[in-house]
């Protein structure tokens, strides 16, 4: 038989809910569309890795720092 597809697009990087990705913060994010983290924790952290723990500076375009290139491009 034929089944039914449902595509959502979107043009952020923050898919489902809007809520900072600190740790136990349930802040609305600053902007779901440029960043995963609500203004008080975007000042602190916005511009450092991503990745876990890391507190290194953004690599060029990515939301990594250059160690964690690899798993950013995962």
């Given at each position: ?5 449902r595509?959502n ?25 440029a ?5 008080e924790y ?7 890795c991503?990745?876990?723990?890391c507190?290194q ?8 720092c ?9």
């Amino acid at each position: 038989g034929t089944q039914s597809v449902r595509a959502n697009v979107i043009d952020g990087i923050v898919m489902g809910l809007l809520y900072c990705a600190y740790d136990d913060c349930l802040a609305l994010l600053k902007d779901g569309s440029a960043g995963v983290f609500c203004a008080e924790y975007f000042l602190a952290f916005g511009k450092k890795c991503h990745g876990c723990r890391c507190s290194q500076s953004l690599h060029r375009d990515t939301r990594a720092c250059i160690n964690h290139q690899t798993e950013w491009k995962k």
